[in-house]
Nanobody
Framework: QVQLVESGGGLVQTGDSLRLSCAAS????????MGWFRQTPGKEREFLAA????????HYADSVKGRFTISRDTAKNTVYLQMNSLKPEDTAVYYC???????????????WGQGTQVTVSS
């Protein structure tokens, strides 16, 4: 089992920045990739970014490329999502997840955090 705990969400204004954190524990040796997703009511969970834990290679969804940055701290077993130039449409619950393979597909991620709310006011 891998346990994931997100933090860093909150209420910000348009144009602000926010950094989300996701601390991993448990059988983390099985993890190849970590990803960030988000979900709004009535919509499917959307892929945002993923990172290969071993070498830090990253991939982004077009919707956040250039504004969001995923990174990891191997010593702290933590993955981050730096979000800049936030817009009201970024309002969502943000989830981190772990996958035993490199993927940007939601169904390939088998461990999930509880989610953290991000609200961007106009």
């Amino acid at each position: 089992q891998v346990q994931l705990v997100e933090s860093g969400g909150g209420l910000v204004q348009t144009g602000d920045s926010l950094r989300l954190s996701c601390a991993a524990s448990g059988r983390t040796f099985s993890r190849v990739a970590m990803g960030w997703f988000r979900q709004t009511p009535g919509k499917e969970r959307e892929f945002l970014a993923a990172i290969i834990w071993s070498d830090g290679s990253a991939h982004y969804a077009d919707s956040v490329k250039g504004r969001f940055t995923i990174s990891r701290d191997t010593a702290k077993n933590t993955v981050y999502l730096q979000m800049n130039s936030l817009k009201p449409e970024d309002t969502a619950v943000y989830y981190c997840a772990a996958s035993p393979r490199w993927s940007i597909i939601r169904s390939d991620y088998n461990y999930w955090g509880q989610g953290t709310q991000v609200t961007v006011s106009s």
